[in-house]
């Protein structure tokens, strides 16, 4: 009996590895060398340089908002979707921070970040819903406040899916322009908003600067606004240049990523596994890529600019975060601050750009740590210092 349920394991073993390998083959020989399954391996690959130990779950948030006429993917199917997310050992009373990444990104950009973090925070990290490998619905979204809805919404369901009542949330880039819009509508579950290089605080009358004034006046611009208006993203090139995407995102990654340091540049296999995951994160179907153009016009300026929320801001305490290189503006942080009723505090890192948590680890992870002294240790939390390293605006 033993013996004959060893060999029908065995098979079963044998039938799963050939159907694996045919996958891989089939995602090799076809025009866009991608899969599902290859966008998880990428993820698991870049996940084990970090050594802290993590459960993996694919979080069920239904078909939809209940009882909402029209669904956050504007989906006729009752298919349910899901949110890839990770969760990382902590200690048992550990405060939760949830990470959510910014566009044309998933979690695993947080690579770098996850130990130094888990010792102080129970980490989760998502993909947001159409990133990453997060359920890829059609995106049939036709506004502004539909196309919110989609992520914050998704974000709403994810959250009562883990049980969560309140968390410290951080967002970068496009991830906080979601994360600040969540803590205006759900500020309850919010412990502290912290806002990395955020997206959506600039104005396009009051920020933009006169180089892309000029550029956008030209037949150049009008012909790059022309591919924005008509959500050409640049996923879409990636895609497009099939069995050749994964030369050109090596490329950028070796750019992007080697332009500043802090005496930690990504090492041989850091840049080899992070290249990997980016081209078959950026490479899957369309999915959330697809919201650019009706949350941003050209230039990255927000449709609906969060400086006009800056009074309805609830959230007990916000925090900023900037590389001293970021292209994000941080004057537009300073003012919304003025506008705002509850605390908030901007901080600086150096030797850094947009990618702060990537070029200046160290730096990122003692602006957090600071961040969220109040909650880290309750009633002592004034008493530590500003980090000698990082600058406050």
């Known amino acids: 009996m033993d013996e004959e349920i060893g060999r029908a394991a065995a098979v079963e073993s044998s039938s799963s590895t050939a159907a694996s390998k045919r996958c891989a083959w089939k995602s090799k020989l076809s025009w866009i060398p991608t899969s599902t399954d290859l966008i998880v391996g990428a ?28 669904r956050w993917f504007r989906s006729s199917s009752d298919q349910p979707r899901f949110i890839n997310t990770i969760t990382f050992d902590s200690k048992e009373d550990a405060p939760t921070l949830v990470m959510v990444h910014g566009y044309a990104a998933s979690q695993g950009f947080f690579f770098r970040n996850f130990d130094a973090l888990a010792a102080h925070f129970r980490v989760i990290a998502i993909d947001q819903l159409g990133w990453g490998a997060s359920s890829r619905p059609d995106f049939d979204c036709k506004s502004t ?11 709403e369901a994810w959250r009562k899916a883990k049980n969560l009542d309140k968390f410290i949330l951080l967002g970068h880039s496009f991830g906080g322009y979601v994360a600040a819009k969540y803590a205006l509508k759900h500020p309850e579950h919010v412990q502290h908003l912290i806002l990395v290089g955020p997206a959506g605080f600039s104005s396009e009358s009051e920020h933009m600067p006169e180089e892309l004034a000029k550029f956008r006046a030209s037949w150049k611009g009008a ?9 050409v993203t640049p996923q879409k090139f990636i895609r497009g240049l099939g069995p ?15 332009s500043y340091s802090a005496g930690e540049e990504l090492t041989k296999e850091e840049s080899k596994l992070l290249t990997d995951y980016v081209y078959h994160t950026l490479a899957a179907k369309a999915s959330g890529e697809l919201c650019l153009k009706y949350i941003f016009s050209f230039g990255a300026f927000a449709r609906k600019p969060l400086l006009e929320s800056a009074s309805d801001w609830k959230v007990p305490t916000t925090t900023f975060i900037y590389g001293y290189q970021d292209w994000m503006d941080y004057q537009g942080a300073q003012q919304v601050r003025e506008g705002m009723k509850v605390p908030c505090e901007i901080i600086r890192a150096p030797q ?8 200046n680890p160290s730096g990122f992870h003692s602006a957090v740590v600071y961040a969220c002294r109040k909650i880290l240790s309750p009633g002592h939390g004034d008493a530590m210092r500003f980090p000698y390293d990082l600058s406050s605006a």
């Not at 012909?223 to 959500?231: A, G, Q």
């Not at 050749?244 to 080697?258: D, E, K």
């Open 145 to 155: 406040e539909e196309t919110e809805a989609w992520f914050i919404d998704s974000f």
């Open 223 to 231: 012909f790059v606004n022309h591919l924005w208006e008509s959500n």
């Open 244 to 258: 050749w995407g994964p030369n050109l995102v090596q490329r950028y990654t070796s750019a992007r990523f080697g």
């Open 43 to 70: 993820e698991k690959r870049l996940l084990s340089l970090v050594k802290t130990s993590y459960v993996h779950e694919q979080v069920n948030i239904g078909p939809g908002p209940p009882g909402s006429k029209v």
């Open 352 to 359: 850094a750009g947009h990618f702060v948590f990537i070029d």
